[in-house]
Protein backbone atom coordinates (compact mmCIF):
# COMPACT_ATOMS: atom_id res chain seq x y z
CA UNK A 1 0.00 0.00 0.00
CA UNK A 2 1.01 3.44 -0.84
CA UNK A 3 1.21 6.06 1.81
CA UNK A 4 -1.48 8.15 0.77
CA UNK A 5 -4.19 4.85 0.64
CA UNK A 6 -2.99 4.47 4.18
CA UNK A 7 -3.73 7.40 5.07
CA UNK A 8 -7.35 7.46 3.05
CA UNK A 9 -8.00 4.15 4.78
CA UNK A 10 -7.43 5.09 8.52
CA UNK A 11 -9.01 8.84 7.93
CA UNK A 12 -5.09 10.78 8.15
CA UNK A 13 -2.96 13.54 6.45
CA UNK A 14 0.23 12.91 4.99
CA UNK A 15 2.55 14.90 3.42
CA UNK A 16 1.41 14.75 -0.26
CA UNK A 17 5.29 14.85 -1.02
CA UNK A 18 5.86 11.12 -0.21
CA UNK A 19 2.49 9.77 -0.48
CA UNK A 20 3.32 7.34 -3.43
CA UNK A 21 6.10 5.94 -0.85
CA UNK A 22 4.86 1.82 -0.31
CA UNK A 23 4.98 0.27 2.86
CA UNK A 24 5.51 -3.58 2.97
CA UNK A 25 4.64 -4.23 6.40
CA UNK A 26 3.62 -3.51 10.38
CA UNK A 27 6.09 -3.78 13.26
CA UNK A 28 6.41 -2.41 16.37
CA UNK A 29 8.57 0.89 16.56
CA UNK A 30 11.81 -1.23 17.96
CA UNK A 31 11.18 -4.12 15.82
CA UNK A 32 10.84 -2.41 12.12
CA UNK A 33 12.65 -2.13 9.47
CA UNK A 34 12.48 0.14 6.11
CA UNK A 35 9.63 -0.74 4.20
CA UNK A 36 7.58 -0.75 7.94
CA UNK A 37 4.22 0.96 9.36
CA UNK A 38 4.58 1.94 13.00
CA UNK A 39 2.86 3.33 15.40
CA UNK A 40 3.39 6.04 18.44
CA UNK A 41 0.67 5.88 21.00
CA UNK A 42 2.50 6.22 24.20
CA UNK A 43 4.77 9.21 25.27
CA UNK A 44 6.39 6.62 27.16
CA UNK A 45 7.85 5.36 23.97
CA UNK A 46 8.87 8.75 22.60
CA UNK A 47 12.77 7.00 22.79
CA UNK A 48 11.68 4.28 20.73
CA UNK A 49 10.41 6.94 17.96
CA UNK A 50 13.16 8.60 17.76
CA UNK A 51 15.43 5.06 16.86
CA UNK A 52 12.70 3.42 15.12
CA UNK A 53 14.00 2.42 11.62
CA UNK A 54 10.49 2.22 10.59
CA UNK A 55 9.97 4.27 6.89
CA UNK A 56 6.63 5.69 8.15
CA UNK A 57 4.76 5.71 11.67
CA UNK A 58 1.55 7.17 13.04
CA UNK A 59 1.26 10.34 14.88
CA UNK A 60 -1.54 11.54 16.94
CA UNK A 61 -2.87 15.01 15.29
CA UNK A 62 -0.61 17.93 17.17
CA UNK A 63 2.68 15.76 17.81
CA UNK A 64 4.91 18.16 15.94
CA UNK A 65 8.53 16.96 16.49
CA UNK A 66 10.67 16.99 13.60
CA UNK A 67 11.73 12.82 12.54
CA UNK A 68 13.72 11.17 10.00
CA UNK A 69 10.71 9.13 9.47
CA UNK A 70 7.57 9.93 7.39
CA UNK A 71 4.61 10.74 9.82
CA UNK A 72 0.96 10.50 9.39
CA UNK A 73 -1.23 12.05 11.53
CA UNK A 74 -4.71 10.16 13.07
CA UNK A 75 -6.85 10.83 15.80
CA UNK A 76 -6.09 7.59 17.70
CA UNK A 77 -2.97 5.68 16.51
CA UNK A 78 -3.26 2.45 18.09
CA UNK A 79 -6.44 2.27 16.74
CA UNK A 80 -6.05 3.30 13.63
CA UNK A 81 -3.09 0.72 13.33
CA UNK A 82 -5.29 -1.91 14.65
CA UNK A 83 -7.37 -1.39 12.03
CA UNK A 84 -4.77 -1.90 9.44
CA UNK A 85 -3.43 -5.20 10.70
CA UNK A 86 -5.45 -7.28 8.35
CA UNK A 87 -4.45 -5.92 5.59
CA UNK A 88 -1.02 -6.89 6.12
CA UNK A 89 -1.01 -9.80 7.99
CA UNK A 90 -1.54 -13.75 6.72
CA UNK A 91 -5.07 -14.56 6.28
CA UNK A 92 -6.51 -16.50 9.01
CA UNK A 93 -7.25 -20.28 9.08
CA UNK A 94 -10.40 -21.29 8.93
CA UNK A 95 -11.00 -24.60 8.86
CA UNK A 96 -13.10 -25.71 5.80
CA UNK A 97 -16.52 -26.59 6.62
CA UNK A 98 -17.63 -30.62 7.66
CA UNK A 99 -16.89 -33.45 9.97
CA UNK A 100 -13.73 -35.13 10.07
CA UNK A 101 -14.22 -38.73 10.08
CA UNK A 102 -12.33 -39.21 13.67
CA UNK A 103 -14.66 -37.34 15.27
CA UNK A 104 -17.26 -39.24 17.38
CA UNK A 105 -20.69 -37.55 17.20
CA UNK A 106 -23.85 -39.56 18.90
CA UNK A 107 -27.26 -39.79 16.82
CA UNK A 108 -29.48 -37.11 16.81
CA UNK A 109 -27.32 -34.06 17.24
CA UNK A 110 -28.22 -31.14 15.49
CA UNK A 111 -25.60 -29.42 13.56
CA UNK A 112 -25.94 -26.59 11.34
CA UNK A 113 -24.93 -25.50 7.87
CA UNK A 114 -21.38 -24.94 7.39
CA UNK A 115 -19.99 -26.05 10.58
CA UNK A 116 -16.53 -27.78 10.91
CA UNK A 117 -15.71 -30.55 13.56
CA UNK A 118 -12.10 -31.32 13.99
CA UNK A 119 -10.59 -34.04 14.82
CA UNK A 120 -11.17 -36.42 17.70
CA UNK A 121 -14.23 -33.94 19.02
CA UNK A 122 -16.60 -35.63 20.67
CA UNK A 123 -20.52 -34.90 20.23
CA UNK A 124 -22.83 -36.09 22.72
CA UNK A 125 -26.36 -36.82 22.51
CA UNK A 126 -28.96 -34.04 22.63
CA UNK A 127 -26.32 -31.34 21.56
CA UNK A 128 -27.44 -28.48 19.18
CA UNK A 129 -24.59 -26.64 17.05
CA UNK A 130 -26.24 -23.29 15.02
CA UNK A 131 -24.55 -22.84 11.58
CA UNK A 132 -20.66 -21.45 11.09
CA UNK A 133 -19.05 -22.84 13.96
CA UNK A 134 -15.68 -23.79 13.87
CA UNK A 135 -15.34 -27.38 16.58
CA UNK A 136 -11.06 -27.63 16.71
CA UNK A 137 -9.82 -30.93 17.08
CA UNK A 138 -10.10 -32.98 20.69
CA UNK A 139 -13.24 -30.30 21.49
CA UNK A 140 -16.08 -32.26 24.11
CA UNK A 141 -19.25 -30.98 23.67
CA UNK A 142 -21.83 -32.81 26.84
CA UNK A 143 -25.29 -33.89 26.61
CA UNK A 144 -27.85 -31.23 25.79
CA UNK A 145 -25.20 -28.46 25.28
CA UNK A 146 -26.63 -25.80 23.03
CA UNK A 147 -24.08 -23.60 20.73
CA UNK A 148 -24.84 -20.38 18.56
CA UNK A 149 -23.87 -19.30 14.97
CA UNK A 150 -20.54 -18.98 13.89
CA UNK A 151 -18.77 -20.08 16.69
CA UNK A 152 -14.66 -20.76 17.03
CA UNK A 153 -13.47 -23.09 19.42
CA UNK A 154 -9.64 -23.71 19.61
CA UNK A 155 -8.76 -27.61 19.96
CA UNK A 156 -9.21 -29.09 23.55
CA UNK A 157 -12.09 -26.59 24.78
CA UNK A 158 -14.61 -28.41 26.91
CA UNK A 159 -18.46 -27.63 27.32
CA UNK A 160 -20.06 -30.02 30.01
CA UNK A 161 -23.11 -31.16 30.15
CA UNK A 162 -26.38 -28.31 30.02
CA UNK A 163 -24.63 -25.36 29.20
CA UNK A 164 -25.40 -22.90 27.00
CA UNK A 165 -23.04 -20.64 24.30
CA UNK A 166 -24.07 -17.76 22.62
CA UNK A 167 -23.75 -16.40 18.69
CA UNK A 168 -20.06 -15.73 17.66
CA UNK A 169 -18.08 -16.62 20.94
CA UNK A 170 -14.85 -17.46 20.58
CA UNK A 171 -12.99 -19.93 23.17
CA UNK A 172 -9.50 -20.98 22.88
CA UNK A 173 -7.50 -23.86 23.76
CA UNK A 174 -8.01 -25.55 27.36
CA UNK A 175 -11.09 -23.36 28.37
CA UNK A 176 -13.50 -25.40 30.53
CA UNK A 177 -17.38 -24.48 31.28
CA UNK A 178 -19.55 -26.21 33.05
CA UNK A 179 -16.79 -28.02 35.42
CA UNK A 180 -18.17 -28.37 38.82
CA UNK A 181 -18.44 -25.70 41.76
CA UNK A 182 -15.89 -25.81 44.29
CA UNK A 183 -18.52 -26.24 47.37
CA UNK A 184 -18.00 -28.26 50.39
CA UNK A 185 -19.00 -28.72 53.90
CA UNK A 186 -17.14 -29.89 56.45
CA UNK A 187 -19.45 -32.64 58.20
CA UNK A 188 -18.46 -36.38 60.41
CA UNK A 189 -14.86 -35.21 60.40
CA UNK A 190 -14.40 -35.10 56.50
CA UNK A 191 -15.13 -32.77 53.89
CA UNK A 192 -18.49 -33.74 52.08
CA UNK A 193 -18.95 -32.42 48.30
CA UNK A 194 -22.92 -30.29 47.78
CA UNK A 195 -23.74 -31.55 44.33
CA UNK A 196 -23.38 -28.74 41.67
CA UNK A 197 -26.52 -29.21 39.44
CA UNK A 198 -26.55 -25.49 37.50
CA UNK A 199 -25.26 -24.76 34.15
CA UNK A 200 -23.42 -21.75 32.77
CA UNK A 201 -24.15 -19.42 30.20
CA UNK A 202 -22.16 -17.90 27.81
CA UNK A 203 -23.77 -14.91 25.94
CA UNK A 204 -23.17 -13.57 22.47
CA UNK A 205 -19.64 -12.31 21.63
CA UNK A 206 -17.83 -12.98 24.16
CA UNK A 207 -14.30 -14.19 23.87
CA UNK A 208 -12.47 -16.37 27.11
CA UNK A 209 -8.52 -16.68 26.53
CA UNK A 210 -6.46 -19.69 26.74
CA UNK A 211 -6.92 -22.32 30.02
CA UNK A 212 -9.57 -20.28 31.66
CA UNK A 213 -12.17 -21.63 33.40
CA UNK A 214 -16.10 -21.05 34.29
CA UNK A 215 -17.82 -23.09 37.18
CA UNK A 216 -21.21 -24.29 36.67
CA UNK A 217 -23.67 -23.15 39.18
CA UNK A 218 -24.98 -24.90 42.16
CA UNK A 219 -27.98 -24.03 41.26
CA UNK A 220 -29.14 -21.79 38.39
CA UNK A 221 -26.69 -20.48 36.70
CA UNK A 222 -23.50 -19.41 36.13
CA UNK A 223 -23.71 -16.03 33.84
CA UNK A 224 -20.82 -14.33 31.33
CA UNK A 225 -22.73 -11.93 29.83
CA UNK A 226 -22.76 -9.98 25.99
CA UNK A 227 -19.44 -8.73 24.89
CA UNK A 228 -17.50 -9.14 27.92
CA UNK A 229 -13.39 -10.36 26.88
CA UNK A 230 -11.38 -12.90 29.66
CA UNK A 231 -7.45 -13.19 29.15
CA UNK A 232 -6.09 -16.60 29.76
CA UNK A 233 -5.62 -18.43 33.08
CA UNK A 234 -8.79 -17.00 34.61
CA UNK A 235 -10.76 -18.67 37.11
CA UNK A 236 -14.68 -17.83 37.63
CA UNK A 237 -16.28 -19.32 40.29
CA UNK A 238 -19.92 -21.14 40.25
CA UNK A 239 -22.91 -18.98 40.07
CA UNK A 240 -21.10 -15.45 39.63
CA UNK A 241 -22.53 -13.34 37.29
CA UNK A 242 -20.24 -10.93 34.68
CA UNK A 243 -21.89 -8.01 33.24
CA UNK A 244 -21.72 -6.94 29.99
CA UNK A 245 -18.78 -5.83 27.47
CA UNK A 246 -16.19 -6.62 31.02
CA UNK A 247 -12.59 -7.06 30.75
CA UNK A 248 -11.09 -9.67 33.09
CA UNK A 249 -6.94 -9.89 32.20
CA UNK A 250 -5.03 -12.66 33.21
CA UNK A 251 -5.05 -14.49 36.59
CA UNK A 252 -7.79 -13.14 37.46
CA UNK A 253 -10.06 -15.11 40.14
CA UNK A 254 -13.43 -14.51 41.23
CA UNK A 255 -15.28 -16.63 44.07
CA UNK A 256 -18.76 -17.65 44.15
CA UNK A 257 -22.08 -16.11 43.67
CA UNK A 258 -20.07 -12.61 43.30
CA UNK A 259 -22.17 -10.26 40.99
CA UNK A 260 -20.26 -7.92 38.47
CA UNK A 261 -21.81 -4.93 36.79
CA UNK A 262 -21.12 -3.61 33.16
CA UNK A 263 -18.46 -2.39 31.44
CA UNK A 264 -15.77 -3.41 34.62
CA UNK A 265 -12.25 -3.65 34.23
CA UNK A 266 -10.27 -6.08 36.26
CA UNK A 267 -6.35 -5.95 35.86
CA UNK A 268 -3.93 -8.95 35.92
CA UNK A 269 -3.95 -11.07 39.12
CA UNK A 270 -6.92 -9.74 41.14
CA UNK A 271 -8.74 -11.56 43.29
CA UNK A 272 -12.63 -11.36 44.27
CA UNK A 273 -13.95 -12.48 47.42
CA UNK A 274 -17.48 -14.51 46.93
CA UNK A 275 -20.60 -12.61 47.53
CA UNK A 276 -19.55 -9.26 46.54
CA UNK A 277 -21.03 -6.89 44.63
CA UNK A 278 -19.17 -4.84 41.75
CA UNK A 279 -20.94 -1.84 40.73
CA UNK A 280 -20.66 -0.80 36.47
CA UNK A 281 -17.48 0.88 35.37
CA UNK A 282 -15.21 -0.28 38.46
CA UNK A 283 -11.73 -0.44 37.28
CA UNK A 284 -9.86 -2.54 39.65
CA UNK A 285 -6.02 -2.50 39.53
CA UNK A 286 -3.72 -4.91 39.39
CA UNK A 287 -3.10 -7.25 42.10
CA UNK A 288 -5.53 -6.10 44.14
CA UNK A 289 -7.55 -8.07 46.32
CA UNK A 290 -11.79 -7.33 46.89
CA UNK A 291 -13.11 -8.43 49.94
CA UNK A 292 -16.06 -6.02 50.09
CA UNK A 293 -18.67 -4.49 47.50
CA UNK A 294 -17.52 -1.84 45.65
CA UNK A 295 -19.70 1.30 44.07
CA UNK A 296 -20.07 2.25 40.38
CA UNK A 297 -17.94 4.07 39.08
CA UNK A 298 -15.00 3.61 41.48
CA UNK A 299 -10.85 2.50 41.19
CA UNK A 300 -9.41 0.40 43.47
CA UNK A 301 -6.19 -0.57 44.35
CA UNK A 302 -4.51 -3.04 47.23
CA UNK A 303 -5.22 -5.56 49.60
CA UNK A 304 -7.74 -4.83 50.20
CA UNK A 305 -8.85 -2.81 47.92
CA UNK A 306 -9.58 0.60 48.75
CA UNK A 307 -10.20 3.82 46.41
CA UNK A 308 -6.74 4.40 44.64
CA UNK A 309 -6.24 8.07 46.24
CA UNK A 310 -5.93 6.47 49.71
CA UNK A 311 -4.38 3.61 48.01
CA UNK A 312 -1.69 5.41 46.73
CA UNK A 313 -1.45 7.15 49.57
CA UNK A 314 -0.92 4.52 51.78
CA UNK A 315 1.60 3.13 49.15
CA UNK A 316 3.73 6.36 49.68
CA UNK A 317 3.68 6.33 53.64
CA UNK A 318 4.94 2.25 53.14
CA UNK A 319 7.66 3.77 51.33
CA UNK A 320 8.77 5.96 54.12
CA UNK A 321 8.69 3.59 56.97
CA UNK A 322 12.39 3.23 56.51
CA UNK A 323 12.94 6.48 56.59
CA UNK A 324 11.07 7.04 59.59
CA UNK A 325 12.49 3.91 61.49
CA UNK A 326 15.71 5.55 61.17
CA UNK A 327 14.81 9.05 62.19
CA UNK A 328 13.27 7.39 65.33
CA UNK A 329 16.10 5.57 66.24
CA UNK A 330 18.24 8.38 66.08
CA UNK A 331 15.76 10.34 67.99
CA UNK A 332 16.46 7.31 70.45
CA UNK A 333 19.64 7.18 70.68
CA UNK A 334 19.69 10.99 71.55
CA UNK A 335 17.59 10.83 74.22
CA UNK A 336 19.61 7.66 75.97
CA UNK A 337 22.48 10.21 75.49
CA UNK A 338 20.95 12.98 77.36
CA UNK A 339 19.52 10.73 79.93
CA UNK A 340 23.00 8.90 80.44
Known sequence: ???????????????PGVAGQEIHGVASLAEANPGD???????????????TRAS??????????????????????????ARLLPDFAPPEVVPAPG?????????????????????????????RVGPGTVLGAFCYLGESVRVGENCHFYPRVTIRERCSVGNRVCLHSGVVLGADGFGYEFRDGAQQKIPQTGTVQIDDDVEIGANSTVDRARFGRTWIQRGTKIDNLVQIGHNVTIGEHCVLCARVGIS?????????TMAGKVGVAGHVEIGDRVIIAALAGVSKDIP???????IPAVPMREFKRNLGALQRISKLHDRVSELERALRERAG
Do not use: C, Q
Not at 1 to 15: F, H, K, P, Q, S
Not at 37 to 51: D, E, I, M, T, W
Not at 107 to 126: C, L, N, W
Open 296 to 302: AGEVVGG
Open 56 to 81: AVLVPHGFGEELPVVRIWVDDPAGAF
Open 99 to 127: IHPSAVIAEGVEIGADVSVGPFTVIEKGV
Open 256 to 264: GSTRVGNFV
Open 1 to 15: MTLREVADRIGGWVD
Open 37 to 51: LSFFGNPKYVRALRR
